[in-house]
């Protein structure tokens, strides 16, 4: 089997490549996840908004500071759909079919 380091993961997912990728959902402020979730295509999102929501968002708007490293987060955009998701890089469990260490 196959397997791939976390930092590896994190440096594979920073050059902006597209990625399969399978985690473990996990919401601390609603108490909820253990689902298991699994795209085969996204990558990292570069901006906080992709761009089919940017006509919803008014760009005088505050966002809040996501904080991805304080975190240990990063929001991916999922393909070919667009839509933005969050993923705890500490419940990635599979990334280009490798078992994640």
């Given at each position: 089997?196959?397997?791939?380091t976390?930092?590896?993961v994190i440096?594979?997912?920073?050059?902006?490549?597209?990625?399969?990728?399978?985690?473990?959902s996990?919401?601390?402020?609603?108490?909820?996840?253990?689902?298991?979730?699994a795209?085969?295509q996204?990558?990292?999102s570069?901006?906080?908004?992709?761009?089919?929501h940017?006509?919803?968002?008014?760009?005088t708007?505050?966002?809040?500071?996501?904080?991805?490293?304080?975190?240990?987060?990063?929001?991916l955009v999922?393909l070919?759909?667009?839509y933005?998701?969050k993923?705890?890089l500490r419940?990635?469990r599979?990334?280009?079919?490798?078992?994640?260490?």
């Amino acid at each position: 089997m196959d397997t791939i380091t976390l930092k590896e993961v994190i440096e594979r997912m920073d050059k902006g490549e597209i990625f399969s990728i399978a985690f473990i959902s996990f919401n601390k402020r609603e108490n909820t996840g253990g689902e298991w979730i699994a795209f085969e295509q996204a990558y990292k999102s570069k901006f906080q908004t992709a761009t089919s929501h940017a006509n919803t968002t008014s760009h005088t708007t505050r966002r809040k500071d996501p904080k991805h490293f304080d975190n240990s987060t990063r929001n991916l955009v999922v393909l070919p759909e667009g839509y933005i998701v969050k993923v705890h890089l500490r419940l990635i469990r599979r990334f280009n079919s490798k078992v994640v260490l």
